[in-house]
């Protein structure tokens, strides 16, 4: 099977700064794209920025210019900056992945897979 890890969440004071990261073990032939997805308790989770295998990036609006994503396919990892960090960025934070991986005995499949997340809280 496969799992995604997060690493990095924490509290930071507004302004400041944090990276996320996360890493992908299983058997895995390709990555097709990593990225990240955040939820505010009682909203839906939204969309913050992904990278596909080869390297394209794409991000939403509310964080262009201040957050960057970075994929290493190789290591089956994707790191997430975070610059300039607002009230409004505190979230749980989950790692989101497509990958074509084994899922057992002649089962080889592409599937989406998810971290369980980890807390980012920007207060002062």
């Known amino acids: 099977q496969v799992q995604l890890v997060e690493s990095g969440g924490g509290l930071v004071q507004p302004g400041g700064s944090l990276k996320l990261s996360c890493a992908a073990s299983?058997?895995?032939?390709?990555?097709?794209?990593m990225g990240w997805y955040r939820q505010v308790p009682g909203k839906q989770r939204e969309f913050v920025a992904q990278?596909?295998?080869?390297?394209?990036?794409n991000y939403d609006d509310s964080v262009k210019g201040r957050f960057t994503i970075s994929i290493d396919s190789a290591k089956k990892t994707v790191d997430l900056q975070m610059n300039a960090l607002q009230p409004a960025d505190t979230a749980v934070y989950f790692c989101?992945?497509?990958?074509?991986?084994?899922?057992?005995?002649?089962?080889?499949?592409?599937?989406?897979?998810w971290g369980q997340g980890t807390l980012v809280t920007v207060s002062t």
């Open positions: 990278a596909t295998g080869s390297g394209t990036t």
């Open positions: 299983g058997i895995i032939f390709r990555v097709d794209h």
């Open positions: 989101n992945a497509q990958l074509e991986a084994s899922l057992g005995s002649h089962d080889i499949r592409v599937s989406e897979w």
